[in-house]
């Protein structure tokens, strides 16, 4: 049995066995074999099997795809064919006396080095060639189907880091757990495994692809991974299983209960979601409402922008199965860590700092105004408000009311009904907000408070960053008194508000929260029922 440590996002526990997500500097183990003519024949035959499947691929491609885009496989196709490349393995099995995993391992390594040091770029390219090939291989002698496989059964993932596209493109169906060798408490794939109510284990640092397909115990309280569990190991998860399940059980009782203290101080306690799909997990939990719908999500998974059509089919599924109980939108938040190619955004240095969120939709209004429209007519199935994410300034505000005031006015020409009422808010998660929060407070009808950037941005800490965990303090007091500042400023102007960050969840503070008057808090579907109990035991 091997124990990794990490850092726990989640408190849950799952067994199950282990799917590398397919990446650079995955190893290899080595062996030293004395007869190496298996290993030839092992390498022969993993190399026909290669050829097998590239054959399919291409042919796919062709019709999938186009003749341009299925060329990768007939390049692909041409190195295994490549005498100097599969000499050179042969080669490293005979005169090293090696397993082929290892032999294809390190010769790649070389030949992808040499093309990555080339001055032709296309040569350079040939590199990336190199080390797929090589992963192929390496998956067909491992037995490990291919690392980038759809998911065979319900699986732990292991990445080095997931991207939120990577992650909405996965069957959530399938997936027991999260294991990252980085990452971050506020990184995407955190709030992902807290929605989906999995264990999710951070900062483990690299773990050896080989273990790929090995069963293993995800403790989610402890932030430990045990791979190979033995017997004991197994029999202490079931018992803790058991328990945990039972937990759950009692916490299920709290549903239809108010969200109040002993005293009677109440609190709105609303749900998280980036999909219409986590729908059943915020009734299940018993949500008052949605208080952030990570609309960014729908972009995410679609190849192309949606389309008005799209999102307003998506929008109106999420009102209509809240039956009238507050949704709120948030419109695009695109930028930083959440990258999408077919937006062809620039590269730049400081992406967090940089183009995204409310700058990309008041440059491109045509992109906002899709959108705009899509909710404003999905409002009349439901309890929809809109929100605006990274507001700086009163202009901004202001603009997105104009562009917003334009799609309302088209629709209304177009005799397309919506509510003409819906309420508007921001997003309070730059520090120019929280302190100017006095002076937009009266052009909104509520603020949600975003602590997972207002924190990397009042702290100058990047949330993706893992190594800055030693100087990352949430409850450092800069936060807590930017949220009092935004709660006296928006009750002073008779406007609600909320937190839908991660700091919402912390029961540290809860107490502390309610204290300062906060009228709602938005978490994790998972969260809410355990922080209505936090809630009703406070006196
Ligand atoms: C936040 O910043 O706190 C927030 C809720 O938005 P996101 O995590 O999607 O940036
Ligand atoms: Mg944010």
């Known amino acids: 049995m091997l124990e990794i440590n990490g850092k726990s996002v989640y408190n849950a526990l799952a067994m199950g066995r282990l799917h590398f997500l397919n990446r650079d500097g995955c190893t290899v183990k080595r062996f030293r074999v004395e007869i190496t003519r298996p290993e030839i024949l092992r390498f022969e035959s993993a190399r026909a099997q290669a050829k097998k499947d590239l ?7 062709l019709t999938e795809v186009g003749e341009a885009n299925a060329q990768i496989f007939q390049i692909h196709l041409m190195m295994l064919d490549d005498e100097d490349y599969f000499g050179a393995i042969t080669s490293a099995i005979t005169n090293q006396k090696v397993n082929a995993e290892y032999a294809v391992s390190y010769t790649s390594d070389i030949f992808a080095r040499t093309f990555s040091e080339m001055d032709d770029e296309y040569m350079q390219a040939r590199a ?15 037995g490990n189907d291919s690392c980038n496989s759809e998911l065979s ?12 596209s990577e992650t909405v493109q996965m069957d959530k169906e399938k997936i027991l757990g999260f294991v990252t060798f980085g990452g971050s408490p506020t990184s995407h794939t955190a709030i992902l495994a807290r929605t989906m109510n999995i264990p999710a284990v951070i900062g483990t640092g690299s773990i050896d692809c080989s273990f790929h397909g090995e069963t293993a115990i995800l403790d989610g309280f402890s932030g430990t991974l045990y791979i190979n569990p033995d017997e004991q190991k197994i029999a202490d998860y079931k018992k803790r299983k058991e328990l945990e399940d039972t937990r759950l059980e009692l916490l299920s009782r709290l549903r239809g209960q108010p ?6 101080k109440k609190i709105k306690l609303y749900a998280n979601i980036g999909n219409p799909s986590d729908i059943g997990l915020v009734i299940r939990n018993d949500a008052g409402g949605i208080g952030l719908f990570r609309s960014e999500f729908l972009y995410l998974e679609s190849n192309t922008f949606p389309s008005e059509e799209e999102q307003f089919l998506k929008y109106k599924e999420v009102a209509e199965n ?20 077919y937006f062809n955004l620039p590269e730049e240095e400081n992406p967090a700092l940089g183009y995204r969120a409310i700058r990309i939709c008041l440059t491109d209004k045509a992109l906002f105004k899709t959108q705009l429209r899509a909710l404003l007519r999905a409002s009349v199935f439901g309890n ?18 104009e562009i917003l005031e334009e799609a309302k006015s088209e629709l209304r020409s177009d005799g397309i009904p919506f509510k003409e009422d819906m309420e508007i808010g921001i997003m309070i998660e730059t520090p120019a907000a929280a302190i100017i929060s006095d002076t937009l407070a009266p052009y909104v009808n509520f603020f949600s408070i975003g602590t997972n950037d207002l924190t990397q941005y009042t702290l100058a800490i990047d949330r993706q960053n ?23 400023n928006a009750h002073r102007y008779g406007k609600w508000v909320g937190i839908c960050g991660e700091l919402g969840a912390d ?17 994790s579907p998972s969260f809410v029922l355990p922080l209505r109990e936090k809630i009703r035991n406070i006196s």
């Open 55 to 61: 054959h399919i691929l291409y042919e796919k491609a």
């Open 128 to 142: 990336s060639d190199v080390k797929d090939i090589a992963n192929r291989l390496i998956a067909i002698l491992t």
């Open 153 to 164: 059964e319900p699986s732990i993932i292991v990445a080095d880091d997931l991207t939120p």
């Open 259 to 264: 969200d109040e203290t002993r005293s009677g």
């Open 322 to 341: 809240m039956l009238g109980k507050p949704v709120i939108v948030r419109t695009l938040d695109i930028g930083a860590d959440k990258k999408i190619d």
């Open 384 to 401: 929809i408000s809109i929100m605006f994410p990274m507001i700086i300034s009163e202009k901004e505000i202001t603009n997105a009311l």
């Open 466 to 488: 893992p190594h800055l965990e030693q100087f990352f303090d949430p409850h450092h007091p800069a936060i807590l008194r930017l949220i009092e500042t935004v709660v006296q």
């Open 507 to 523: 029961q540290a503070l809860t107490e502390t929260f309610i204290n300062m008057g906060v009228d709602e808090l938005s978490v």
